[in-house]
T-cell receptor, first 113, second 115 residues
């Protein structure tokens, strides 16, 4: 019973277009959400986060949207670049001490030039 | 600044052997996490420590798995005896307090292959 679900294992996008990665969660106690990026043979690295008190957070080409009623979040990358090709993990937690991040299975993004 | 350091990077062993994975967290970080990555289950939390004390080990799959953190700068994850289904990439991560961001700093992982 996955609490954080990334239903698309892979996504292919052309350079310059928008990439949209989706994530659903089931635990209504989650109030903090993060996206991590992972290149082969490296550990995941933090990309962007959003608190449940917001519905949007933007950082350069990356924007995360949160729809609490639908328990859904998405990561938008505009414009997509070949260097964005990686595995993207969605993660969620209760934003309080003593809790851990719960990750989805990941979505592999391929950006072609 | 040194990041989270894991060793070995790669380990190939035979079924039934003992495996020990090691982690050095970022200095000053008070939380340490062990995650396992597989194709089927993605990144799953195994166990985490706060100030060297195990907080939640409910993700540890079986009694064959054990983890220790004898001091603030070192942790081990041991599998004994190992089985082929334990083959995965094991990540260690650390953080200074849960704070606001919840951003974990991951090591590069230890890729375990059990034959």
């Amino acid at each position: 019973d996955q609490q954080v679900k990334q239903n698309s294992p892979s996504l292919s996008v052309q350079e310059g277009r928008i990439s949209i990665l989706n994530c659903d969660y089931t635990n209504s106690m989650f109030d903090y959400f993060l996206w991590y990026k992972k290149y082969p043979a490296e550990g995941p690295t933090f990309l962007i986060s959003i608190s449940s008190i917001k519905d949007k957070n933007e950082d350069g080409r990356f924007t995360v949207f949160l729809n609490k009623s639908a328990k859904h979040l998405s990561l938008h990358i505009v414009p997509s670049q070949p260097g964005d090709s990686a595995v993207y993990f969605c993660a969620a937690s209760r934003n309080q001490a003593g809790t851990a991040l719960i990750f989805g299975k990941g979505t592999t993004l391929s950006v072609s030039s | 600044d040194a990041g989270v350091i894991q060793s070995p990077r790669h380990e190939v062993t035979e079924m039934g052997q003992e495996v020990t994975l090691r982690c050095k967290p970022i200095s000053g970080h008070d939380y340490l996490f062990w995650y396992r990555q597989t194709m089927m289950r993605g990144l799953e939390l195994l166990i985490y420590f706060n100030n060297n004390v195990p907080i939640d080990d409910s993700g540890m799959p079986e009694d064959r798995f054990s983890a220790k953190m004898p001091n603030a700068s070192f942790s081990t994850l041991k599998i004994q005896p190992s089985e082929p289904r334990d083959s995965a990439v094991y990540f260690c991560a650390s953080i200074l307090d849960r704070g606001v961001t919840g951003e974990l700093f991951f090591g590069e992982g230890s890729r375990l292959t059990v034959l």
